[in-house]
């Protein structure tokens, strides 16, 4: 699987983004997904995942409230809304699959357990 996240910009603090992450490969449906994010100097942490199917999802408690993950797997893509950013929320956004297909994926935010990293895309949030 190769991914391609996209969506990123400039924002000002308080604002919205939607980030897009596209899957190639007919077996998007049998990964779980996750999206990561690392800001200079910081190591990469998570940030949200999803299940294959969309039905279990997990977020980092930083982002719990105004962050939305989503999957479309008609269109191999999985999604991040992010609402209210703050300043904090610099960083180069990744998304990646979750271990092997047809692995369930029951909440590990633990980057080793992912792979297939995209290039990233860049949020930077300003005051």
């Known amino acids: 699987v190769q991914l391609q996240a996209s969506g990123g910009g400039l924002v000002q603090a308080g604002g919205s983004l939607r980030l897009s992450c596209a899957a190639s490969?007919?077996?998007?449906?049998?990964?779980?997904m996750g999206w990561f994010r690392q800001a200079p100097g910081k190591e990469r942490e998570f940030v949200a995942g999803?299940?294959?199917?969309?039905?279990?999802?997990y977020y980092a408690e930083s982002v719990k409230g105004r962050f939305t993950i989503s999957r479309d797997n008609a269109k191999n893509t999985v999604y991040l809304q992010m609402n209210s950013l703050k300043l904090e929320d610099t960083a180069n956004y990744y998304c990646?699959?979750?271990?092997?297909?047809?692995?369930?994926?029951?909440?590990?935010?633990?980057?080793?357990?992912?792979?297939?990293w995209g290039q990233g895309t860049q949020v930077t949030v300003s005051s």
């Open positions: 990646a699959v979750y271990r092997d297909a047809g692995s369930p994926y029951w909440g590990s935010q633990v980057p080793p357990d992912f792979g297939s």
């Open positions: 490969g007919r077996t998007f449906s049998s990964y779980g």
């Open positions: 999803i299940s294959r199917s969309g039905g279990r999802i």
